[in-house]
């Protein structure tokens, strides 16, 4: 599963909570953002909805002035980075990905 966080960070922070997100593993992207009221969007692979209750305290503790403003929880991928997914998560088939199909 995966869950996308939007959150606000002091603009002055952004770089010590790049390096703090750098060190999780579940952590597949890192973003700053520009207008609204999230500066920074978190995206993560998790194995369940635990994992999304504990990384968001380890942030806090990481980051202490970070504040989550949305989230957005993908509890079933059928497909991920090309490839079709069966219902236990494993690889079944290729999709080639063509970035310049028009």
């Not at 996308?4 to 992207?29: D, K, M, N, Q, Y």
């Not at 219902?87 to 990905?97: C, D, N, T, Y």
């Amino acid at each position: 599963m995966s869950a996308t966080l939007w959150a606000f960070v002091p603009p002055e922070e952004h770089a010590e909570a790049a390096r703090a997100l750098a060190g999780l593993p579940e952590a597949r992207l890192s973003v700053g953002l520009t207008g609204g009221p999230a500066n920074l969007l978190v995206s993560l692979w998790l194995r369940s909805l635990d994992d999304v209750q504990r990384l968001e305290s380890v942030l806090a503790e990481r980051l202490p002035r970070l504040r989550v403003v949305d989230r957005a929880i993908a509890l079933r991928h059928i497909k991920r980075m090309g490839r079709l997914l069966d219902p236990a998560g494993h690889a079944i088939e290729l999709v080639p990905l063509d970035p310049w199909a028009g």
